[in-house]
């Protein structure tokens, strides 16, 4: 089995409805993504996808979609203040965090075919989620 990981990083900020903690404030994170190709078998030039690739496809995505702005829960009482201030947001039907974060872009990355296995989302330089493909099919 060959596998490669992608890194590419984004910044963005949310808050997690319903907890007890300093998370519950909106703040911001410079945010990690790693995407973990693998197959069984090489391309005709020899590789499993070309990095090149990988980032002109999701950091463009990433860069449009998530990239310098607020990363709500769909109900959140923030939205509609944001919303009037033309603020950046991207909602989310359950709390933002960080295992949502890595299923949105993993879920992405397979929609454009490439052979994603896992996606480890780093929240900060120690702390990160990851969504992974067995876990995907059950």
Not at 26 to 36: F, Q
Not at 42 to 48: C, E, K, P, R, T
Not at 83 to 91: A, S, Y
Request: proline share 4%; charged share 30%.
């Amino acid at each position: 089995m060959y596998k490669v990981t992608k890194a590419i990083q984004f910044c963005y900020g949310h808050r997690l409805m319903n907890y007890d903690g300093k998370c519950r404030h909106l703040h911001g994170h410079n945010g990690k993504v790693e995407i973990e190709m693998e197959t069984e078998t090489l391309d005709a030039i020899g590789m499993v996808r070309d990095f090149t690739e990988v980032k002109e496809v999701v950091a463009a995505w990433l860069d449009r979609e998530l990239d310098h702005k607020m990363l709500l829960r769909k109900d959140d009482p923030a939205l509609p203040m944001l919303q009037k201030l033309n603020e950046p947001v991207f909602l989310f039907d359950t709390n933002p965090t960080a295992e949502a974060i890595a299923k949105l872009i993993f879920e992405f990355v397979r929609s454009k075919g490439f052979p994603v296995s896992e996606v480890r989302m780093w929240e900060s330089e120690g702390s990160f989620a990851t969504f992974n493909e067995a876990k995907a099919a059950s």
